[in-house]
C-alpha cells in the first residue's frame, strides 16, 4: 500500500516504474535543502522524550527530511516492540509532515549481532572467523537480518573487513583475522546472509573500514597505515573487492586513519577510482561517526569544516554519521562557493534514494509491532549463536587434562571472568554501548554537540539471562565445583590470591577463566580505542596464574579475550589452554560442554598466536625474507615463530591427512587443478577438521608470500571414518599485482601445501600453468569449488560448507 503523498502523477510514487526512474523523477522535485538532508543522519535519542517520539523535537531536525536514522535500539534502551514503535514513528513523522514524504533509512551497529536490548549476542568476529564456517556466518548474518527488519531497521554497520597483523591494536576482536582470503570468504557470507536474496526484506551490508585500518601505526586506534600498493591491493583491499564483486556489497564506510599522508575520508583514489571505477560498485559510501569534520579537528587535513565537507564529499562520501553537522551549514556553503559541485550532491543523493526505493520503504515504511517481539526472540537465533561458540574455542594446548574429570573429584574455578556475564561480550554488544552512552552523558562535552545525551534516556547495561561459566559448570558438577574469584580484570588488588590458592591446592584440576574486559570506556582492555602495548594478561591475572600453578594442580586456562593474550609462563606452565574470545550470550554453555567433553573442540587460529609483543608483526604470509630464516634465524631472546600458528586448533579426536595430490601436471592459464585429501579421524570419537589448502609461488617477478591460503574445508567424520576432500582451484586464483599493479597470472610453477594449520601442513605436488595465447588475460577468481565425500564415494552433508561452494569460480575482471 502506497503511503507517500506525492503530487498528482509522480513517477516516484508508482512503485511499477524503474527504480531508475524513480530516482530522477524524485530528485528533479527535491530542493537542495532536501538534498542535504538525505546526506545527513541524526541519533534516535534526538527525536525522542522519556523513551516515545517527540513532534516538538524532531520538527526542526526532520523538517526536511532525513538520509539515516542512527541506532534506535542500538542508542537507546528500548526493548524491541518499543524500538518499533519508536521507528514506525519517526517513519510516520516523515511521510506525512514533510513535503515529499520521504522515509529514512535505519542503520543499526551488527558486529556481534543487532546491538539491541533482547537480540541475540552473537560470538564477537575473531571467534566466529576461527570455526572456519562461512555458512555459520551467513545463519548469523541472517538472523541478523530478521532480527532488524522486525525492529524497522535497513542497515547494519557491518561486516568488519579489516586485516590485522597486531594483535595489540583494540579492533582486533571484531575482524575475522589476519589473512585475506578467510576474511574474504566471512566477509562474503555475512554480506549475502544479510542482505537476503532480495531488499525489500534484506539489510544494507557495510563493509568497514576502508581501507587498511587494521594496519595501523603501533597497533594504535585512528593511527597511519603504512602500506605500500601492492600490499593494499594483495591483502588489504582484496576482501573489500569480494564482497562487492561476489557477494554484491551496497556499502562501503570509509576509515578514520590515513594512508600515505591521505585521510580515507578525503582519498578519491580509493573511493572513486578503486571502489566505483576499477570495482563497479554502485552502492553508498557511509562516513564512520564524526570523520567528515575529523578532516579539520583531528587530521588537520582542511582548514575548516566546509573545507572538510568539500573534500570528502568530492571523494566520495555520500553520507555523514551519525547526526548532520559538515554535510549541513558548512556543505552548503561550499555548494555556494562552487568549491564542489551540484551534480556530485546529485549523484550522492541518488544513492541514499536508489537504496530507499529498493529496501521498499516508499511502499511499505512501517513494521508490525505486534509481531517484533516474536520475530527477535526466536529460539533459532539463539541455536545459531550455540553453533557458532561451540566451534569457535580454540584448544591451543592440552596434556591429557581436558576433558575433565567424569568420575569423583572436584575442580576449583578461579577468575575475574569465570562468574560475570558482561565479560563474555564483544565491543559493540548492547551492554558495552550502553556504558559509552553513560560515560559520554557523564562527560558532557566529550564528543560535542553531536554526542550530547538527554537526560531522559533510559539507561540500563543489565545483562540478564545471560548465563555465565560458573552458572553452566554447576549445573554439570553441583557440589564437586568450588568458585573463588581470586582477582579483578584491571584492578590491583591481590586480596583474593589466598582463597583462589587454597581452593586450587584443594581440588583436583584448577579452571582457571581469564582474559579481557571488552568495551569502549576506560575499564574495558579491548576494543574500539582500548589498544595495548603488552599481550600479558591485564592487571594481577599474570600473578594470579603463577600463584595457582605453584600448588601443583593441573591447571586449566580458558581465556576470555579479544586477542591472543597469555604470558610465557601461562602458555607453557598450564596443563591446558583454550582460546574462547568473546563468545556471546551462548558461550558459558559452549565453554562448559567442551571442557567437560560434551563437545568436540574443532576451532582454527585465524590469526597467529604471538609468543611475545615484541615479536609483532608476526604472520604465517610473510615474505622469503621476512627474516625466518637470514644467518641465525631468531632473536637473541626468543624464536621468531609463534607460540600457535595460524590455522591451528586441537581436537579431542586427532585427525590424519593420508593422502594429499595435486590432480595434473600442467594446466593452461584460466583453467582449474584439482586438490584431492584423504583424511582419517584417528580418535575413539566424531570429530570435526579444517582442512587447509596453501599455495606458494617460488618463480614470480615479484616476491611472494611463503605460503598463501587458498581454500579450506570443515568436515565431520565419526571415529574411525576416512573423508576424501577435494578441492577445484582456479588459476585466476593465483595472481598478484605486477610491476606496473596490473593483475597477473604468470606462467611457472605452483607448489601446493596441504594441512591442519600453516605449520602443520606437506607438500602435495606442484603443477605448473602454461600461457595460453588465445586468453592473454586470466580473470581474476576469488575462490574456487569444495566437495567432501567418504571414501564410499556418497556426498557427505555439511552443514558448514566449505570455502567456495556454489556451482563454480566467482571471477572479475580488474
Wanted: proline share 5%.
Amino acid at each position: 500500500m502506497t503511503t507517500v503523498k506525492p503530487e498528482a502523477g509522480a513517477t516516484y510514487a508508482d512503485a511499477t516504474a524503474p527504480v531508475a526512474e524513480r530516482v530522477s523523477d524524485l530528485l528533479a522535485r527535491m530542493t537542495r535543502a532536501e538534498k542535504l538532508a538525505q546526506l545527513g543522519s541524526t541519533w534516535a535519542f534526538r527525536v525522542l522524550e522519556g523513551g516515545r517520539f517527540s513532534a516538538e523535537r524532531a520538527r526542526p531536525i526532520l523538517g526536511n527530511g532525513l538520509g539515516h536514522v542512527t541506532r534506535v535500539a542500538g542508542a537507546t534502551s528500548l526493548k524491541a516492540a518499543q524500538v518499533a514503535r519508536a521507528a514506525n514513528a519517526i517513519q510516520r513523522f516523515l511521510v506525512t509532515e514533510t513535503r515529499l514524504g520521504i522515509p529514512a533509512i535505519v542503520h543499526e551497529e551488527v558486529c556481534s549481532g543487532v546491538m539491541a536490548r533482547e537480540a541475540t549476542i552473537f560470538p564477537q568476529a575473531i571467534g566466529v572467523a576461527s570455526t572456519w564456517a562461512p555458512e555459520l556466518n551467513r545463519q548469523l548474518a541472517d538472523a541478523v537480518r530478521a532480527q532488524m527488519r522486525a525492529m524497522g531497521g535497513h542497515q547494519g554497520l557491518s561486516p568488519v573487513l579489516d586485516v590485522v597483523r597486531d594483535p595489540r591494536w583494540g579492533r582486533t576482536e571484531e575482524t575475522y583475522g589476519e589473512d585475506p582470503y578467510l576474511v574474504a570468504r566471512m566477509g562474503v557470507a555475512f554480506v549475502r546472509g544479510l542482505q537476503g536474496a532480495d531488499l525489500t526484506d534484506g539489510v544494507l551490508a557495510t563493509a568497514k573500514h576502508f581501507v587498511g585500518y587494521g594496519a595501523s601505526e603501533g597497533g594504535l586506534n585512528w593511527a597511519p597505515a603504512h602500506l605500500p600498493p601492492r600490499l593494499l591491493r594483495e591483502v588489504y583491499l582484496y576482501p573489500f573487492e569480494a564482497a562487492v564483486r561476489e557477494g554484491g556489497l551496497q556499502s562501503v564506510m570509509a576509515g578514520y586513519h590515513e594512508l600515505d599522508g591521505i585521510p580515507c575520508h578525503a582519498n578519491r583514489e580509493l573511493l572513486a577510482d578503486i571502489l566505483r571505477g576499477r570495482w563497479g560498485f554502485a552502492g553508498s559510501v557511509v562516513s564512520d561517526y564524526f570523520a567528515v569534520n575529523d578532516l579539520h579537528s583531528y587530521h588537520h587535513f582542511a582548514q575548516d569544516k566546509q573545507r572538510a565537507a568539500m573534500l570528502a564529499l568530492s571523494a566520495g562520501v555520500d553520507v555523514e554519521l551519525p547526526a548532520t553537522d559538515a554535510y549541513a551549514d558548512a556543505l552548503e556553503h561550499a555548494l555556494d562557493a562552487g568549491e564542489v559541485s551540484e551534480a556530485r550532491l546529485d549523484e550522492a543523493v541518488s544513492r541514499v534514494l536508489r537504496h530507499k526505493f529498493e529496501l521498499g520503504l516508499f511502499e511499505d515504511p512501517y513494521v508490525d509491532e505486534g509481531a517484533v517481539l516474536t520475530a527477535v526472540s526466536a529460539e533459532r537465533h539463539r541455536d545459531v549463536a550455540l553453533e557458532i561458540g561451540r566451534r569457535s574455542l580454540v584448544l591451543l594446548k592440552n596434556d591429557g587434562v581436558l576433558p575433565l574429570l567424569d568420575g569423583p573429584g572436584t575442580v576449583a574455578l578461579i577468575g575475574p571472568n569465570a562468574d560475570d556475564a558482561r565479560h563474555l561480550l564483544g565491543d559493540y554488544s548492547f551492554a558495552a554501548h550502553i556504558e559509552a552512552l553513560t560515560e559520554a552523558r557523564e562527560r558532557r562535552g566529550l564528543l560535542g554537540e553531536m554526542m550530547t545525551i538527554p537526560d531522559d534516556l533510559e539507561i540500563d547495561e543489565s545483562t540478564d539471562g545471560v548465563p555465565t561459566v560458573r552458572d553452566e559448570l554447576a549445573v554439570r558438577l553441583g557440589d564437586r565445583l568450588r568458585y573463588v574469584p581470586g582477582c579483578d580484570v584491571v584492578d590491583p588488588s591481590t586480596d583474593g590470591f589466598a582463597a583462589a590458592v587454597a581452593a586450587a591446592a584443594a581440588a583436583d584440576v584448577a579452571v582457571l577463566v581469564l582474559g579481557d574486559r571488552s568495551g569502549l570506556t576506560p575499564r574495558a582492555t579491548t576494543g574500539e580505542s582500548r589498544d595495548r602495548s603488552s599481550l600479558d594478561l591485564p592487571g594481577v591475572q599474570e600473578d594470579l596464574v603463577r600463584a595457582v600453578v605453584a600448588t601443583g594442580t593441573p591447571v586449566v586456562a580458558v581465556l576470555v579475550a579479544g586477542r591472543p593474550v597469555g604470558s610465557d609462563f601461562l602458555h607453557e606452565k598450564c596443563a591446558a589452554v583454550l582460546m574462547a574470545w568473546l563468545p556471546g550470550e551462548t558461550g558459558a554453555q559452549a565453554i562448559a560442554e567442551v571442557l567437560l567433553g560434551e563437545v568436540n573442540p574443532s576451532g582454527k587460529l585465524p590469526i597467529s598466536y604471538p609468543r611475545t609483543v615484541g615479536q609483532i608483526p608476526v604472520f604465517y604470509g610473510h615474505k622469503v625474507s621476512g627474516g625466518r630464516s637470514h644467518w641465525h634465524g631468531d632473536y637473541v631472546d626468543s624464536p621468531v615463530g609463534p607460540r600457535y600458528a595460524f590455522g591451528h586448533g586441537l581436537g579431542y579426536a586427532p585427525f590424519t591427512i593420508d593422502r594429499a595430490a595435486v590432480e595434473a601436471a600442467e594446466v593452461r592459464a584460466g583453467d582449474s587443478v584439482g586438490v584431492a585429501v584423504t583424511l582419517t579421524n584417528a580418535g575413539d570419537r566424531a570429530g570435526e577438521e579444517v582442512v587447509q589448502l596453501y599455495v606458494r609461488d617460488p618463480q614470480a617477478t615479484v616476491t611472494r608470500p611463503v605460503l598463501e591460503l587458498k581454500g579450506f574445508a570443515r568436515v565431520s567424520a565419526a571415529a574411525g571414518q576416512r573423508v576424501a576432500v577435494r578441492f577445484e582451484l582456479p588459476t585466476g586464483q593465483l595472481g598478484f599485482y605486477d610491476r606496473d599493479l596490473n593483475y597477473t597470472v604468470e606462467p611457472g610453477e605452483i607448489e601446493v601445501y596441504v594441512g591442519l594449520s600453516a605449520h602443520d601442513r606437506a607438500l602435495a605436488g606442484s603443477f605448473v600453468i602454461r600461457a595460453d595465447a588465445n586468453r592473454p588475460v586470466t580473470p581474476k577468481a576469488y575462490t574456487g569449488t569444495t566437495e567432501v565425500r567418504d571414501l564410499s564415494g556418497e556426498a557427505v552433508a555439511s552443514p558448514f560448507g566449505g570455502d567456495g561452494g556454489g556451482p563454480g569460480p566467482a571471477v572479475g575482471r580488474v
